[in-house]
């Protein structure tokens, strides 16, 4: 795992979970053409109701690819999440599962969108309804780097 100072389609983004017993420190996204194409549609959906009197997010049924821990094998994401709340990471999909995930099943995993124009995404533990959240990342940051690639037919 590398943690890229340019765009990859993989991030890892700063997470927390309200437990007692179970930890979570950050999240892992896959962003292939899909998740920019919906995220860009979700941020012009909120765009026509952000005005309205005490609106805070527009939420859609959506998923990390997982929560995790931080251990030996991921010192240096930890370091950059000191720094920055997201990173991009260049990493192989079978080096993720290496990675400890959180005790618990994260279950009804939603994607919001503020009204700032970031996201962030929202779970429960599957039998405890704990939250599990990560921090804020900025749509438009996300969609500006990919979106000369989206090719639409």
């Known amino acids: 795992m590398k943690i890229s ?8 983004i700063a997470a927390r979970i309200q437990s007692e017993w179970d930890t979570v420190d950050f999240a892992i996204v896959h962003m ?7 995220l860009k549609e979700r941020l012009a959906a909120m765009q026509l ?3 309205l009197n005490n609106f805070s997010t527009l939420t859609f049924w959506d998923s990390t690819d997982g929560y995790y821990c931080f251990g030996d094998t991921t010192a240096d ?11 991009y990471l260049d990493i192989p999909d079978n080096e993720i599962d290496g990675f400890t995930q959180a005790e ?10 503020r009204s700032d124009g ?5 779970g429960y533990g599957k039998h405890t309804s704990e939250e599990v ?6 749509c438009q940051v996300i ?3 990919y979106e000369p690639e989206i090719v639409t037919a």
Not at 32 to 38: M, Q, V
Not at 118 to 122: L, R
């Open 143 to 145: 969609i500006d780097q």
């Open 32 to 38: 292939g053409d899909g998740f920019i194409t919906e």
């Open 5 to 12: 100072a340019t765009p990859t389609k993989t991030i890892a």
């Open 49 to 51: 109701v952000k005005h």
């Open 118 to 122: 970031s996201f962030c995404f929202v």
């Open 133 to 138: 959240w990560t921090s804020d990342v900025p």
């Open 104 to 113: 618990q099943r994260i279950d009804s995993d939603a994607l919001r969108i």
């Open 77 to 87: 994401l930890e370091a950059a999440l000191q720094v920055s709340e997201w990173v």
